[in-house]
Structure formats: C-alpha cells, structure tokens
C-alpha cells in the first residue's frame, strides 16, 4: 500500500486556469506538507499542517489556497496559474516525536505541473 | 534565522571512488539532522537520520553520517559509490519546540553524478 499518494501524477494546463492536487496519507502522521521542487531541484517548502491546522505558511502567492478536510488529507488548490508554477509538487507527511521535534518525513510521488 | 548549507552542488566521481557531502547547519538548539535521496525522476526518500547517542549513523546503501556538534556538520559518506547511486541528495535538520515553532529546513541539494 502506497503510503503517501498523489493525484494526479501529471497536469498540463492553460495559463489562468484553476487546478487542485490531493494528497492522501495512510500513515496515521499528525503532520503533512506541501513543497514545489523547481527545474533546479531546489526544494522549497509552502505550506505545513498539524492536525489539520495550519502550522506553516512561507511566503507563497495567495492563488495557492491548501485545505485540509482530515488528518490524512491535504489538497492544494491553485488559482490562475502562471507559467511560473510549472514544478513539480511534493506531498509529505510525518509524525511529532518525543520533545515535540518532526521525525521522518514520508514523500509522495509527486505531482508533475505544466503550465503552458 | 535556522538555515541548512550544501556547500557542494555537483559533484561528479568515478565508481568505486569515495564519497563525502558537506551538511552544515545553523541553529544553537537540539536537532534532528537527516540525509534524503532523490533518484531520477522519484520521490525523496529517507537515507539515515541521527536523532541521539552514537554521532556515526549508518543508513542504507552503505552510507553513513557523522554528527559533529562543534562544527555544526553533518555530512554524508560512503566508501565506494556506485553507479546506482547517480541522485540528488538532501540534507535536513528539524528543531524542537511546540507545534508551531519547530521547523523542518531542507538544505538546497547536493547531485551526484557516478560515472561507470
């Protein structure tokens, strides 16, 4: 069973349309995440949600709106894409260990977005 | 402001030649430090992890890690790299706190490239 899943796998759209990605996780974590991985492979963290409340929010264009209906799910809705969200996204999740730290982190396959 | 440093941003050996990544870390408080991999078109995966007690960690594919407190390092080895091993590496650090204050920094990613 695939432990953290995404869907869809790939999505190629039109400049200003609106698109959302899921994220499922089947691991029981108390935390999940959201990062974009640009062409350089830099990974850069958006947005980060503990108990289905928000904990973490860096500096992302507000078209990006995540939403957490449970604990193991957290779904990214885009607005008016730009060519500049072309990346590819990674769900994650994790638990709180023992002293209130973050243990491993627990990736999707990630989600391949092409903004034409 | 905590910030993780991969001072090397490709590195390219041979087989069989010895590996060793630099990780440095800022932060004066108690860490988890964490190496990830990310093979070719894939996910990023756990590599090892030093939480506490013995500073060499071993991971898998016969990697390990030695934690130096002193020097805020942490960086990654392996004796003799393989093909198989041609990825992007990632080195993270979590610190301690209550949700909300904790943070989990990615440093920017180290590719290696292992040439047959």
């Known amino acids: 069973d695939t432990a953290v899943s995404q869907t869809p796998k790939y999505l190629v759209t039109q400049m200003g349309n609106d698109k959302s990605i899921k994220c499922e996780q089947n691991?029981?974590?108390?935390?999940m995440y959201w990062y974009k991985q640009d062409s350089k492979k830099f990974l850069k963290i958006m947005f980060s949600?503990?108990?289905?409340?928000?904990?973490i929010n860096e500096t992302v264009p507000n078209r990006f709106s995540p939403k957490s209906p449970d604990k193991a799910h957290l779904n990214l809705h885009i607005n008016s894409l730009e060519l500049g969200d072309s990346a590819v996204y990674f769900c994650a999740s994790s638990q709180v260990g023992a002293g209130g730290s973050q243990e491993t982190q627990y990736f999707g396959p990630g989600t391949r977005l092409l903004v034409l | 402001a905590q910030s993780v440093s991969q001072h090397n941003h490709h590195v390219i050996l041979s087989e069989a030649a010895s590996l060793e990544l630099g990780c440095n870390y800022s932060y004066g408080g108690t860490v988890n430090l964490f190496w990830y991999v990310q093979y070719p078109g894939q996910h990023l995966q756990l590599l090892l992890k030093?939480?506490?007690?013995?500073?060499l960690v071993k991971g898998i594919k016969g990697f390990e890690a030695e934690f130096i407190k002193s020097k805020f390092s942490f960086n990654l080895r392996k004796p003799s790299v393989q093909w198989s091993d041609t990825a992007e590496y990632f080195c993270?650090?979590?610190?301690?706190?209550?949700?909300?204050?904790?943070?989990?920094?990615f440093g920017t990613g180290t590719r290696l490239k292992v040439l047959a």
């Open positions: 949600y503990n108990n289905k409340e928000l904990i």
């Open positions: 030093y939480f506490s007690g013995d500073p």
């Open positions: 691991l029981g974590h108390d935390t």
């Open positions: 993270a650090v979590t610190t301690k706190g209550p949700p909300g204050t904790y943070k989990y920094i």
